[in-house]
């Protein structure tokens, strides 16, 4: 088999062969097959795209690529969760506990960020002393006997996703329904969870602009854990404004505790309560019904919180020490009138500017900078009324995150959070 073949066949739009992908990736990680070869291959798949046979066939070769966990050693069903990312997305931060909460036992590796803002792994370390590197007896056994355990991910967990990644960042190649679903459907089947709920978020902030790509990539995840009979349910979100009112590491996990203590955000906390409905749902085998009373039950009565409070507890934290910059300024609007929209990209690339996120992997976070938001969609706003504060270390354009904004006379029609929940009967 030879790599130029295998190119060649998918520039000409041809179907590759389970043994073709399987060589493609075993040989690119081998170090056979060069970054130059791979680029033209993941750009000819871009362009081409590949049938379901094909994304399984490579999701397999993936996730063969590395190790597996096996969480058989805990009783009951492991429920994961995965956010396709977004700004101000700090879901599960609030979704593990509240779900612990009920008993539905949650083992998640997460990750750190390389984008905007932070990853979830970032997030937690901006509470001090917290430890999300916990070897893999004490995370089993954080689970086993608080229910849910929150680490960075370790050993070799798909090493093919980690190189492919990588080069996909810098070589045009993220966006791609085969790639993306294959990329993230073999790290959740690496982590050993039997059962999915996975946010596929929508618009401006998000890999997935538009609805119509988002339904064919969450069709493509179902369809890729049925044929591993895990059960696996998406959400289509709204990512054209960020979610809720914080955005920056330390603020995020301040908001976190606000939703999880019933103070939170209306639009943060709604979503929070159907992802998590779904998840108690999956893990129990209880109706949709039952599972919305007592997650709702569950924020109300401080259960979840509590159980947030022994995860960074048992993780050595300090829930009194998270990172908060005493640098603060105040943005004022300049108009008056309906917010119609915040861009959740530029809302992103600002806070990055700010600090609270990387462009290389090595670069340091700055874990109490970003910005807390004081109006949303379809707030009235004043002239001269805040709009935000910000939380700063450094000098930047402050005033320049207004642009983030637009206001107009009249309010924005049809503003969605959930746009849609897809499982497996709808495909
Ligand atoms: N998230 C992933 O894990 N992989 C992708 O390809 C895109 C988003």
Redesign the pocket.
């Known amino acids: 088999m030879n790599i130029i073949d295998i190119i060649t066949k998918k520039k000409n739009k041809e179907i590759l062969s389970k043994e073709e992908i399987e060589y493609a990736i075993n040989e690119y990680i081998n170090g056979n097959i060069k970054d130059y070869q791979m680029s033209s291959l993941l750009m000819a798949i871009c362009i081409n795209k590949m049938n379901d046979e094909e994304i399984l066939n490579l999701t397999n070769s993936m996730l063969n690529s590395g190790e597996k966990i096996d969480l058989s050693s805990i009783p009951g069903i492991k429920v994961d969760k995965?956010s396709?990312?977004g700004i101000g997305d700090k879901t599960t931060l609030i979704l593990v506990p509240l779900v612990a909460s009920l008993g539905v036992k949650v083992a998640k590796m997460s990750g750190r960020g390389l984008g905007y803002t932070g990853g979830t792994i970032d997030k937690l370390e901006s509470i001090e002393g917290f430890n999300v590197a916990l070897d893999r007896k004490d995370f089993t056994h954080e689970v086993m006997t608080i229910g849910a355990s929150i680490v960075s991910q370790t050993g070799n967990l798909v090493p093919a996703?980690k190189k492919l990644?990588a080069l996909?960042d810098v070589s045009g190649t993220?966006e791609s329904v085969a790639?993306?679903a294959s990329?993230?459907m073999s790290?959740k089947l690496a982590s050993g969870a039997d059962k999915f709920v996975i946010d596929v978020k929508v618009g401006s902030g998000a890999?997935m602009k538009n609805l119509k790509d988002a339904k064919e990539l969450a069709a493509t995840m179902i369809k890729i854990g049925k044929n591993y009979n895990k059960e696996v349910i998406c959400f289509l979100t709204n990512m054209d404004f960020p979610l809720g009112s914080n955005i920056g590491n330390g603020l995020e996990v301040i908001e976190a505790i606000d939703v999880l203590q019933d103070n939170g955000d209306e639009n943060l906390t709604n979503l929070i309560v159907e992802l998590a409905t779904y998840m108690v749902s999956i893990g129990l085998n209880i109706s949709i019904e039952k599972a919305r009373k007592m997650v709702l039950e569950n924020l109300k009565n401080g259960k979840a919180y509590k159980k947030l409070v022994e995860i960074i507890n048992y993780q050595n934290g300090n829930i009194e020490k998270i990172a908060k910059s005493i640098n603060k300024i105040d943005i004022y609007s300049d108009n008056e009138g309906y917010i119609n929209s915040i861009d959740a990209l530029e809302v992103g690339k600002f806070v990055h500017e700010l600090g609270a996120g990387r462009s290389n992997k090595d670069d340091k976070i700055d874990y109490g900078v970003g910005v807390v938001l004081n109006k949303k969609i379809n707030d009235y706003v004043l002239k001269g009324e805040k709009l935000l504060t910000i939380y700063y270390n450094k000098i930047i354009d402050f005033e320049k995150i207004k642009s983030a904004f637009s206001i107009s006379k009249e309010k924005k029609e049809n503003v969605k959070l959930i746009y849609e929940i897809i499982n497996s009967n709808k495909i």
Do not use: N, P
Request: aromatic residues 8%; without cysteine.
């Open positions: 995965h396709t990312g996703d990644y996909r993220v790639l993306i990329s993230i790290k890999l």
